[in-house]
């Protein structure tokens, strides 16, 4: 398969340094360009990020001296991947979008265009088709928010099996779902944020696009309602969420976990390089999931549930934990790209 020459818009920050990573080497996509703001335009990537590279292993070698160029649409390659900040995302998007280029991106800004998929990609495969009704001549890919990501597919089995009435969240997020510098360390050490400004809402209403039917005339959002808690605690990496969910159709506790552990998709089918051979991993410990202990399982794409149990209010409730730099932004979008040159879209 000739490799795909792609681009990094963002790709100084918390997400844009997790793209550099999970590209290195990629049997499908050959990084070409790095894009950020005029802060770090000029500069060699190493220097960009001097300081602000927060990722345990160094620099991959092959982005060290490459040159960030600024967010114009006039990169070297088919596609971009972004890691743009919202406040800027929307109208560079549209650009890259209207001269050509495919954009895959993490930014809230296109979520809920109609025409634009939210995808994920084990989850909605087919809402794909949407990019037929894209008048560009490049197309627009969405991921959903970090912290819905795991929850989304673990409710994608219930919901196909059971049926879904509703659903409650409580959010534990972690510092890097906020970018850096994020959260100053005064306010977080030893401490529990209970409000993260705009989350709430995208918890709500993001799951149902992405579960959502492609009908006639586009997506359907799901028929059910979420009712979500988010806050900010002191652990690094890694979003935790417990959830409890009420069912359409009676099951039991094995019935439950069985949907879940078993659950594939279409990037598990296909093999594709960044899907996990499981989306979700179902554990029995009455202590787990847990940041420290799970977080990398699946390198960082699988999405760990534990606890599972009746709930005497709703039917079930259980813990779910995923990497929010990873499955909840870089790896999702990875994988979005990959299933898209798998169905030869790119
Ligand atoms: N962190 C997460 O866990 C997570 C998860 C899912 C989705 N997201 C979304 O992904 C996006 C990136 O998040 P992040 O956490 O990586 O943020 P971040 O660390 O603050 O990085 C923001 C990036 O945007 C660039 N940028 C800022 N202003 C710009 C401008 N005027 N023109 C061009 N580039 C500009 C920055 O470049 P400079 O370095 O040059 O300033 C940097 O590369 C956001 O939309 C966020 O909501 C984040």
Known sequence: MEKTKVGVLGATGAVGQRF???LEGHPYFDVTELAASERSAGKPYREAVEGRWKLSADIP?????MVVKGC????DCELVFGALDS??????ET?????????????KNHRFDEDVPLMSAEVNPEHLKLLERQKTRGKIVTNSNCTIMGVTITL?????????EGVMLFSMQAISGAGYPGVPSMDIQGNVIPFIGGEEEKCEIEPLKVLGKLGEKGIENAPFKISSHCNRV??????????????????????FKKAMAEFKGEPQKLKLPSAPERPIIVREEPDRPQPRLDLMEGKGMATTVGRVREDPLMDFKYVTLSHNTIRGAAGAAVLNAELMKARGLI
């Open 156 to 164: 994608k089995p219930l919901l196909d099996k059971f049926g879904l």
């Open 87 to 92: 406040s800027v995302a929307g109208p560079i």
């Open 234 to 255: 002191p652990v690094y990496d890694g979003h935790t969420v417990c959830v409890s969910v009420k069912l359409k159709e009676k099951a039991s506790v094995e019935e």
């Open 61 to 65: 070698e092959y982005a060290r001296e």
């Open 95 to 107: 650009a890259f979008a209207e001269a050509g280029y495919f954009v895959v991106s993490n930014s």
């Open 20 to 22: 550099i990573q999970l």
């Open 72 to 75: 114009k649409a006039d990169l």
